[in-house]
């Protein structure tokens, strides 16, 4: 065998070793404590039980290859959000779509747009295809479009805006996404990442579903993880004729696994459970925005299943050492330092248990 030197083996392409690989939320306590998970955007109310029932009936075919267009959840998705399955294509989760995207459109050198604070997903994907992320300053941590227009160059394929953003959990109102779209030339993509859309409840918000419909270089990226389907993966995109066909020749020819389909279809139907999931959200992330405010601590507006929770300048109750304090008691929050956030923490929306025990437990600890 050779010597195994850099030379001497298979080498990544230029710029792979520069992506910083995506760190998942934790989900370690203590032996013996009981784990809150809040690290992770999921759904406090579970899967749809239809999704659970409907995952359980096909436990039986898994020799069976899925169909690779996944044309019952398109049919089912369609139906629901009143769109043409033509223009849906399904996804192993939506951050399968922003790779397809990003490997599609972007050639090496080619610019992405996204926010100082956007979902950490697209740099890594804008990286991976070889092109250059452009990050741009937000104003009070929400997408400042003047500067997002201001960014664009002869080499920008790509605008990348998380509506609503993670971590921050702050919107665009619709005005403003369309004068974002208006501003840019036609050849670049506008890829808007909706992944938090079910639970926003603003009238001056719309995912998207609109400006794809009207214009030929909009798409909407969907997620069925926040409402319960994240182990399952499965999301979406709705766009134009012509962006569904490039990706469709770019995917795998069977990138959607049949539980996932199955899932999918039960848990777009299921219009009760997300309807018990978003209204258990509103409640308790206006009372925990309350609590926190309370206690002293900024937090972000919030229009997602999250919030982002900003801590003292004291040194000594920093975002850190809360997160090693709720730790040690079960509650698994998320620390957000890779987002330009040292020292703050972001919380998912819990149950009712985990919610007053992060009060409880934040209130003593602010007063350690
Ligand atoms: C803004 C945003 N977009 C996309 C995703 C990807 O979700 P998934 O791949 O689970 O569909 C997430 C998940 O954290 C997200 O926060």
Not at 40 to 65: C, F, H, Q, T
Request: hydrophobic share 40%; with cysteine.
């Amino acid at each position: 065998m050779p010597e195994d030197t850099e030379n001497a083996r298979p080498q990544p392409k230029p710029g792979v070793m520069d992506i910083h690989a995506y760190v998942p939320g934790k989900s370690a306590v203590p032996p013996g404590v009981k784990l809150h998970k809040l690290s992770s955007n999921e759904n406090p109310l579970g899967a749809s039980p239809k999704a659970i029932e409907a995952v359980r009936d096909v436990a039986g075919r898994m020799e069976v290859y899925p169909d690779g267009s996944a044309a019952r959840l398109r049919e089912a998705i369609a139906e629901v959000y009143a769109l043409n399955p033509a223009n849906i294509v399904c996804s192993n989760g939506s951050d399968e779509i922003l790779g397809l995207l990003t490997q599609t459109y972007l050639e090496p050198g080619d610019e992405a747009i996204f926010t100082e604070h956007a979902f950490m997903v697209y740099k890594i994907y804008v990286q991976a295809a070889g092109g250059v992320p452009v990050e741009v300053k937000e104003k009070d941590e929400r997408a400042d479009i003047d500067a997002m227009l201001a960014a664009v160059t002869a080499r920008t394929k790509i605008v990348f805006l998380a509506n609503p953003n993670n971590p921050t959990g702050t919107y665009v109102p619709f005005s403003e996404v369309r004068r974002l779209q208006a501003g840019l030339p036609s050849h670049v993509l506008l890829v808007l990442d909706a992944a938090y859309a079910e639970y926003v409840r603003r009238n001056d918000y719309e995912a998207g579903i609109e400006l794809v419909s009207s214009s030929r270089n909009v798409v909407m990226t969907r997620t069925f993880s926040k409402i319960g389907l994240g182990g399952i993966r499965v999301g979406w995109m709705y766009g134009p004729d012509h962006i569904v066909d490039a990706i469709n020749r770019m995917r795998g020819p069977f990138n959607v696994n049949t539980a996932a389909i199955e899932a999918g279809i039960a848990a777009v139907r299921d219009r009760e459970h997300t309807a018990k999931s978003v209204a258990h959200n509103e409640q308790w992330l206006t009372w925990l925005t309350e609590q926190f405010r309370a206690l002293g601590l900024r937090v972000t507006p919030s229009v997602g299943n999250f919030l982002l929770v900003h801590f003292p300048d004291d040194g000594r109750h920093t975002a850190e050492a809360a997160d090693a304090y709720l730790t040690a008691r079960g509650y698994v929050l998320r620390r957000v330092t890779g987002y330009g956030f040292p020292n703050a923490l972001r919380m998912t929306v819990g149950t009712e248990e985990a919610n007053r025990g992060v009060v409880a437990a934040l209130t003593a600890f602010l007063k350690g």
